[in-house]
């Protein structure tokens, strides 16, 4: 059963990765990673971690893919790059190779080590305790300080966004297309 | 709860490859938008590995990871896309090859 789920998972994460890399319009690559990140939902659920799945679904998938989209219409669709010509000469070739590469690595590594950490003694996942609870629990005593601190990066951000919007000159205030003002 | 019939190879297999197309098309697009995008990729392919761990070895460690990547990744969207538009905003039709300025 857990075979079939992965195997439907895995091909609909590599199908959307693929369209992510290939496509020539932005909104396609953005309409892939949807599927990429629904696809790894699929996974964590076969894979016990429900509140992940959840939380992948509504965060990525509802929240950051929209918001891609979103920049996407804002500074136009047509952005289209231009997929046949290759500016740098021999980027595809060593960019397909450093992937390959990784890949290649990364596998032999999986193969070939084996895992060497311990089980766990205080955290287990395997308990009767929904996994919601159990990782709230987890989240609000061992990791509680992270979880604090993650507060504060999350403040740093909006100011950020909030300082990269504003308008960088009274005089391009009014304009909605700013000429470059020095 | 469905049976525990595959260990966590699989995953992490399939982890590593999404993580290495992620870096090819990082490596390949000119795009900006479309670069962050890959780098969103990368991220899910370890997010992918955290969770198979964290069944492997039993131990919820793992999803809490997995908890604050997500965290770090909305907070890296927006000040990311912010950038990108105030990009666009100075310089319609910007790709990657065109941000040069601080090119020693």
Same mark, same amino acid.
């Given at each position: 059963?857990?075979?079939?789920?992965?195997?439907?998972?895995?091909?609909?994460?590599?199908?959307? #990765? @693929?369209? %992510?890399?290939?496509?020539?319009?932005p909104?396609?690559?953005?309409?892939?990673? *949807?599927?990429? $990140?629904? !696809? +790894?939902?699929?996974?964590?659920?076969?894979?016990d971690?429900?509140?992940l799945? #959840? @939380?992948q %679904?509504?965060?990525?998938?509802?929240?950051?893919?929209?918001?891609?989209?979103? *920049?996407?219409? $804002?500074? !136009? +669709?047509?952005?289209?790059d231009?997929?046949?010509?290759d500016?740098?000469?021999?980027?595809?070739?060593?960019?397909?190779?450093?992937?390959?590469?990784v890949?290649?690595?990364?596998t032999?590594?999986? $193969?070939? !080590?084996?895992?060497t950490?311990?089980p766990?003694t205080?955290?287990?996942?395997?308990?009767d305790?929904?996994?919601?609870?159990?990782?709230?629990?987890?989240?609000?005593?061992?990791?509680l300080?992270?979880?604090?601190?993650?507060?504060?990066?999350?403040?740093?951000?909006?100011?950020?966004?909030?300082?990269?919007?504003?308008?960088?000159?009274v005089?391009?205030?009014?304009?909605?297309?700013?000429?470059?003002?020095? | 709860?469905?049976?525990?019939?595959?260990?966590?190879?699989?995953?992490?297999?399939?982890?590593?490859?999404?993580?290495?197309i992620g870096?090819?098309?990082?490596?390949?697009?000119?795009?900006?938008?479309?670069?962050?995008?890959?780098?969103?990729?990368m991220?899910?392919?370890?997010?992918?590995?955290?969770?198979?761990?964290?069944?492997?070895?039993?131990?919820l460690?793992g999803q809490v990871?997995?908890?604050?990547?997500?965290?770090v990744?909305?907070?890296?969207?927006?000040?990311?896309?912010?950038?990108?538009?105030?990009?666009?905003?100075?310089r319609?039709?910007?790709?990657?090859?065109?941000?040069?300025?601080?090119k020693g």
């Open positions: 059963m857990e075979t079939a789920v992965f195997i439907v998972g895995a091909i609909i994460c590599l199908v959307g #990765a @693929v369209g %992510v890399v290939i496509s020539r319009n909104v396609h690559s953005a309409l892939s990673l *949807v599927s990429t $990140l629904f !696809g +790894v939902a699929v996974l964590f659920i076969a894979q971690a429900e509140f799945a #959840a @939380v %679904v509504i965060v990525y998938a509802g929240a950051i893919v929209v918001l891609f989209l979103f *920049v996407i219409m $804002l500074i !136009g +669709v047509d952005q289209s231009r997929l046949e010509t500016p740098l000469a021999g980027q595809r070739v060593l960019a397909a190779v450093t992937a390959l590469l890949a290649g690595g990364l032999t590594v999986i $193969l070939v !080590g084996s895992i950490g311990k766990s205080t955290a287990k996942a395997s308990t305790a929904p996994n919601v609870e159990a990782l709230g629990r987890e989240l609000f005593t061992d990791y300080f992270a979880f604090e601190i993650t507060s504060v990066l999350l403040v740093i951000a909006v100011v950020g966004a909030v300082v990269l919007a504003r308008h960088r000159d005089a391009m205030a009014d304009d909605d297309y700013p000429v470059e003002v020095d | 709860m469905l049976l525990a019939v595959l260990g966590p190879t699989p995953y992490l297999i399939l982890g590593a490859f999404l993580f290495a870096v090819g098309g990082l490596l390949t697009r000119r795009n900006p938008l479309v670069m962050f995008m890959c780098v969103e990729l991220l899910n392919a370890v997010n992918l590995s955290f969770v198979a761990l964290s069944r492997e070895l039993d131990d460690g990871a997995v908890f604050f990547v997500l965290v990744a909305a907070a890296e969207v927006v000040i990311g896309l912010g950038i990108i538009v105030s990009i666009f905003r100075r319609p039709g910007a790709t990657a090859d065109d941000l040069s300025l601080l």
